[in-house]
């Protein structure tokens, strides 16, 4: 069970590459997330999935697009990458309920030269 | 829109003392969850603890205890005999109990233990 897996863990990007993040858990969940996190500032929310078949947007969506494959894996797309894009990127996944808890993927710290 | 506040960007303390990290909230919701999350230098995020808004009794999980003051929207953590492997950045966040799962994280307190 290796519960929120990421892909790749490091990425450096030149202005105007393209790259896709990837995340798939093993644990039956609904819900999946993608964050992003500067330095002094909590996690920002990007997209969400709060089930297979639909996204939508949450605080910081400009710049990225998201896709839920399948149940296991949500994917976060860089069309254009800026350097203001540069930060470490969070997968999380939920049951989805009332009582649910979100656990968290290890990160990928993508720089943007 | 909900906002998670940590006002102390920097803790530190004596091991084995207790150390108190602070946090605020706005939210118009009467039903709602708040968590402590621990981020080490591994950068993975763990849970920490878990309060329901609609439960009084404070949450506590072994050396880890919340102070939740629903009229004062303040959610505190307590770290008792605090031990170097509680190193890390902490963060506060919010989740409100309808519609989509979103957390709200504030903008983390760095905890260091001196031996």
């Known amino acids: 069970n290796a519960g929120v897996t990421q892909t790749p863990k490091f990425q450096v990007l030149k202005t105007g590459q393209s790259m896709t993040l990837q995340c798939a858990q093993d644990m039956n969940h609904n819900s999946m997330y993608w964050y992003r996190q500067d330095p002094g500032m909590g996690l920002r929310l990007i997209y969400y999935?709060?089930?297979?078949?639909?996204?939508d947007k949450g605080e910081v969506p400009n710049g990225y697009n998201v896709s839920r494959l399948n149940k296991r894996e949500f994917s976060l797309r860089l069309e254009s990458a800026a350097p203001s894009q540069t930060s470490v990127y969070f997968c999380?996944?939920?049951?989805?309920?009332?009582?649910?808890?979100?656990?968290f993927g290890p990160g990928t710290r993508l720089t943007v030269l | 829109a909900q906002t998670v506040t940590q006002s102390q960007p920097e803790m530190s303390v004596q091991e084995a003392e207790t150390v108190t990290l602070s946090c605020t909230y706005d939210?118009?919701?009467?039903?709602?969850?708040l968590f402590w999350y621990k981020q080490p230098p591994s950068r993975q995020m763990i849970l920490v603890i878990r309060?329901?808004?609609?439960?009084?009794q404070n949450a506590t999980e072994n050396r880890f205890s919340v102070n939740f003051q629903k009229a004062a929207k303040s959610f505190s953590l307590k770290i008792s005999d605090s031990q170097l492997g509680d190193a890390a950045m902490y963060f506060c966040a919010y989740r409100r109990n309808k519609g989509a799962q979103k957390l709200v994280f504030g903008q983390g307190t760095r905890l260091t233990i001196n031996p």
């Open positions: 939210t118009s919701e009467s039903d709602y969850y």
């Open positions: 999380a996944s939920s049951v989805q309920g009332a009582s649910d808890t979100q656990y």
């Open positions: 309060q329901e808004a609609y439960k009084q």
């Open positions: 999935s709060a089930s297979e078949g639909t996204t």
